[in-house]
């Protein structure tokens, strides 16, 4: 007989047909060209080991120093960060977490009753449904239309509020879409959320890369709405190993201090950052600039080769990209997105992502990492594009 569990955990946990592909592609030992990678240790950058590794070595991590906050040289580290772009954040505005994931945790627990809603972007990262029903929460999607670039569409976003809506969540750039939130967006967003007691969650974790010279404004500057902005060193330092990361709450003085005193229980119930990367996390930080100057020229490398070998052709063209770590193709829509990814593993040794991964409303597309390393980048598209050769 089966064991009663919560309704919450009834996941469908079979394998995709794709995952199936890929394992049995894996274990025949058949060459792969991998164009979903997004685990950046495993893309041949160079990191400063020793420094890494000495950073975990603070003789302060002997002691036990619980602070719901966390410690506050780490705290600092992160203000220094907003600073550099000329946003002022407390350190007592700041919780750190050990994950953005985590993050997102803390924000929904605050904001959220059961069935409470979220509004999600579509298309966006997959992870949502699990964070979302992990914390009883009911997301509903509002779309970002795609025009020479793309925007957020405020008439369904408005028509999707209800009364038991907390919070609208802003990915910037968004994953995998990689465009911005336009500042007169931003600013419709805090006016729609402010007058209606609802939070804006930002997840600003690529923010950092975009391919544009002016850096791009953050949520975590003050505005009108309840803001929390999360972030974390999983992609700004390429360290997703350090579990180090954290949550920016900003907006009117009266409603920041009652999310803050609210987050800082939740976050004194778990205590979940450990002392040496707390410690280390001002050096972690700091690594960033070494990492990001190595990934973008990945990126900007990438991206012409993939422009030259779309140049070549006619059936597959990318959307525009402002920054993050992929592009979307839009392909010739004549299966399904999943079946072309199959048939691109099998036939040409390609693996990608179909667009429906991240929810994309119709099919025609693939994501491509742009971080993969340069020769199986090329290689993969060029075998990639070749599927659609007559
Ligand atoms: C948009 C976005 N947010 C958050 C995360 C998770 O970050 P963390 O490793 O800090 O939980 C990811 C990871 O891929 C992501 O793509």
Redesign the pocket.
Known sequence: MNHKFANRTNWNLEVNRLSEALARHRAAGLPLFDLSI?NPTDCGFTYESREILAALCNPSALTYEPNPKGLEGARRAVAAYYRERSIAVSVEDIVLTA???EAYTFAFRILCNPSDELLIPVPS?P?FSFLAEIQDVKLVRYPLIYDHGWQIDFQALEQAITPRTRGVVV?QPN?PTGHFTRPDEAARLNEICSSRQIAIIA?E??LDFALAEKLPTSFAAKAAALTFTLS?L??ISGL?QMKS?WLVTSGPEQRKAQALARLEVIADTYLSVNAPVQLATPVFLEQRRGFQKQLMARVRRNLEQLDRELSAQHSCARLEVEGGWYAVLRVPATRSDEELAIELLEKKNVYVHPGHFYDFPSEGHLIVSLITPEQTFAEGIRLLLSIFEI
């Open positions: 997004s994950s953005t994931s990262y992870l990915v994953n997840d974790v690529f974390g999983s992609k997703p990361a």
